[in-house]
């Protein structure tokens, strides 16, 4: 068998490189590199920027506020025919279905117990006492001291209360959230108001009294005409410069457990409901729930 021998390949001719050359670089310039890093780092900022926003939108309690807000339906005030203070229920009675409800004391004595300091009570009553105003800013005496209702009992009427059972509108009138103690005469000031017409004259608290009102609404499907909805807006998206941050009221305390009752029993002069009602007090006497002075209280019968 006969093999053909052919010549050997000639070398490849040497690539020549610079004294800076890598593979890498052969395929990229180092521009291409620099660009790709300071895109990356642009990315990732940009990233934890957008991060840090959302948080702080999730812990602003004014951006919550507006969210609720726009939840609210937004129509025109129905007119007060058939209002009055009655289609609330017996004022301040403990026959409700809220926070302090059923603990034996009426809710003012409740909310009196809440937003005074230094008080002085016996039982379910407050004596004595000293309010730090939030809707003033000033320091008022206990002979002074008003429960106001945040939402107000004619604005929740003409804004879709007049359209809730009766045990509901009780609950509103009556509902800690919904009740805060103030100077009596800014009380008076403010009468029916919403947020359109009135305002606390202390600044710093009326985004939290605006927020106040609009949690109030939600809870019990109440609407907003539209400049009340156009005045809270206004000042919810200002609030995280001119508010001192959002301040509401904490959980109604327990009575005085001194002198402790024998039973849940009621007492002559307490709220009572409905009228007519008869009950047993501690003692064994019958009482009976009769008008007293403008009021339903129990009296011995």
């Known amino acids: 068998m006969t093999y053909t021998t052919y010549p050997p390949y000639p070398p490849s001719p040497p690539i ?55 939840t609210l339906q937004v129509k025109g005030r129905a007119p007060k025919t058939g209002y009055s203070r009655d289609e609330f229920g017996p004022p301040w009675t403990d026959d409700v279905n809220v926070p302090g409800g059923h603990n034996g004391c009426d809710t003012r004595d409740d909310i009196l117990r809440r937003d005074l300091t230094d008080l002085t009570s016996r039982g379910c009553t407050v004596l004595s006492g000293t309010l730090h105003d939030p809707y003033t800013d000033t320091t008022i005496p206990f002979h002074s001291v008003q429960i106001d209702h945040v939402v107000a009992l004619q604005d929740a009427w003409q804004t879709g209360a007049q359209q809730l059972p009766m045990q509901t509108r009780q609950n509103f009138a009556n509902d800690p959230r919904n009740l805060q103690a103030t100077d009596g005469s800014t009380n008076q000031g403010k009468r029916d108001g919403d947020a359109a017409t009135w305002l606390p004259p202390n600044k710093a608290y009326r985004c939290t009294y605006v927020a106040r009102q609009v949690d109030v609404k939600a809870l019990y499907n109440l609407w907003v005409t539209q400049a009340e909805h156009d005045k809270i807006a206004e000042l919810l998206q200002g609030c995280a410069t001119t508010s001192t941050g959002l301040s509401t009221p904490g959980p109604v305390p327990d009575p005085d457990p001194s002198p402790t009752p024998t039973s849940r029993a009621p007492r002559a002069g307490q709220f009572c409901a409905p009228r007519g009602a008869t009950a047993q007090s501690s003692t064994g006497a019958r009482l009976v729930c009769a008008r007293a002075d403008g009021r339903d209280r129990w009296e011995t019968a």
């Not at 670089?25 to 890093?37: D, M």
């Open 16 to 70: 020549r490189r610079g004294p800076n050359h890598t593979k890498e670089a052969s395929r990229f310039p180092r521009w291409v590199w620099i660009a790709v890093a300071v895109a990356v780092v642009v990315i990732v900022a940009a990233g934890i920027v957008l991060w840090l926003d959302h948080r702080k939108s999730e812990d602003n309690p004014w951006n919550t506020a507006l969210q609720k807000l726009e």
